[in-house]
């Protein structure tokens, strides 16, 4: 088949160019993204320039193709789709096609172009790809010894910065845990100086507690034995004749209060209680005789006879009172 004439590639580049300069084209690896299954530092091995599907193609399919791929604007992607490709494999079959030389001389500066802006862009597996179709096309072009360190260079740089940011961000892990182990122990140790003042605040109570019952108990003792010895005492002399009980006139006898245990258990009994009366009528002496229940209305029985009043007598007079306590 003859080759179609020279001077009809170039509008075709002109208007695909044209178009080139507006839009880029579209490609399948992410921005920043190293090349798939590979770690971002590791410089991955160039593809194949041209694929084995355009490469089985005919000669006259080639040419076709490259002519619509020049027409949408499908330059030197996406791969295996694309003008650079068609004219590598058309020019493997026909090498002495000036027109297909011309034509990939042609488009070479702007896949030098767009090798260098997916470099840029971390696009490491499109920047390999161009990087083959550069070389195939012109394994000498003074651009590619510039284009590989840059491909590595850039790599090495977000391999460097993956790195730091996953020490950062293990740092900051770190950091976090640390605070949080810092917090439980704060929250432990105030837990337990919690439990600890409790329990000092629970041993004061209880040792206040038994002074409480120790004096209470201590008191029912000192007043037990004086009971004890006012029964034991032996009873006063006998009041002059001249001043007898029968001359006795009360002048006050308030009523003893009831002690309030004893009223609410609904405890009665009786006192009988020896009195000493003065020449004025106060209350002198007075000591329990005999009391039933024994101690439980005691005290307030003598309380009571001490504030008794008589008339006013020549001569102090001993007489002895019962005094009775009923709840009703």
Not at 2 to 7: A, E, F, G, Y
Not at 35 to 45: E, F, H, I
Not at 216 to 235: K, L, M, S
Request: net charge neutral; charged share 25%.
């Amino acid at each position: 088949m003859s080759v179609k004439p020279r001077h009809a590639l170039p509008l075709l580049l002109l208007f695909a160019l044209a178009a080139c300069s507006k839009q880029e084209p579209a490609t399948d690896v992410p921005a920043g993204q190293p090349a798939a299954g590979q770690p971002a530092a590791k410089a991955v091995p160039p593809p194949a320039a041209v694929s084995e599907q355009v490469q089985a193609m005919s000669a006259e399919q080639l040419r076709e193709s490259a002519t619509n791929a020049l027409r949408d604007n499908r330059i030197y992607a996406p791969g295996g789709d694309n003008a650079m490709e068609y004219y590598l494999a058309l020019r493997d079959k026909l090498p002495t096609d000036a027109g297909v030389t011309s034509a990939l001389t042609d488009l070479l500066p702007y896949t030098l172009i767009a090798a260098e802006q997916s470099i840029a862009r971390e696009e490491f597996t499109e920047a390999q790809r161009l990087y083959a179709l550069i070389e195939k096309t012109d394994p000498k072009a003074p651009a590619l010894p510039r284009l590989k360190q840059s491909i590595a260079t850039a790599q090495e740089t977000v391999a460097r910065r993956a790195q730091e940011t996953e020490t950062r961000t293990a740092a900051e892990e770190q950091r976090r845990q640390q605070e949080q182990q810092r917090l439980a122990q704060q929250a432990e140790q105030q837990r337990q100086a919690e439990a600890a003042a409790a329990q000092q605040l629970a041993a004061q109570q209880e040792t206040a507690r038994q002074e409480a019952e120790r004096q209470a108990a201590a008191q029912r003792e000192r007043e037990a034995a004086a009971a004890r010895a006012a029964a034991a005492a032996p009873p006063p002399a006998s009041p002059a004749p001249a001043a007898s009980a029968a001359t006795l006139r009360a002048i006050s006898t308030p009523a003893p209060r009831y002690p309030p245990e004893a009223l609410r258990a609904g405890t009665s009994g009786e006192v009988l209680v020896e009195i000493t009366v003065g020449t004025d009528g106060s209350v002198t002496a007075a000591r329990v005789v005999r009391s039933n229940p024994a101690r439980v209305f005691d005290r307030e029985a003598i309380n009571a006879v001490r504030r008794w009043k008589f008339e006013p007598v020549p001569a102090p007079v001993t007489t002895r009172r019962t005094i009775g306590f009923n709840p009703g």
